[in-house]
Nanobody, 124 residues
Framework: QVQLVESGGGLVQAGGSLRLSCAASGRAVSTSVMGWFRQAPAKEREFVAWIGVRGIMKNYTDSVLGRFTASRDTAKNTKYLQMNNLKREDTAVYYC?????????????????WGQGTQVSVSS
């Protein structure tokens, strides 16, 4: 069973940047698609990005295209989400998950190993 730990969140002004990290313990995640999701207060958890096994294939939700970049370091069993030009609407708790084999990469129910999340707050 993999366990993921998210970090790197914080309070930043609009237009600023943050880099989130997702460290894995337990079973290595090098053979799994990894996803980033976020959840704002009173809203459902929503898809942000997923990154393929080799870190080449990636997909993002439209609202973060051109601003967020997902990457992974297999040797460190860690993945990252670089977030630039942050906007107030990016404010949420961000989570990373490991996709189950055959699951929908855009649905949080298809992932496991969720950590406690990391809070990202963007002020205007």
């Amino acid at each position: 069973q993999v366990q993921l730990v998210e970090s790197g969140g914080g309070l930043v002004q609009a237009g600023g940047s943050l880099r989130l990290s997702c460290a894995a313990s337990g079973r290595a995640v090098s053979t799994s698609v990894m996803g980033w999701f976020r959840q704002a207060p009173a809203k459902e958890r929503e898809f942000v990005a997923w990154i393929g096994v080799r870190g080449i294939m990636k997909n993002y939700t439209d609202s973060v295209l051109g601003r967020f970049t997902a990457s992974r370091d297999t040797a460190k069993n860690t993945k990252y989400l670089q977030m630039n030009n942050l906007k107030r609407e990016d404010t949420a708790v961000y989570y990373c998950g490991q996709k189950r084999s055959g699951a929908d990469p855009y649905n949080p129910r298809g992932y496991e190993g969720w950590g406690q999340g990391t809070q990202v707050s963007v002020s205007s």
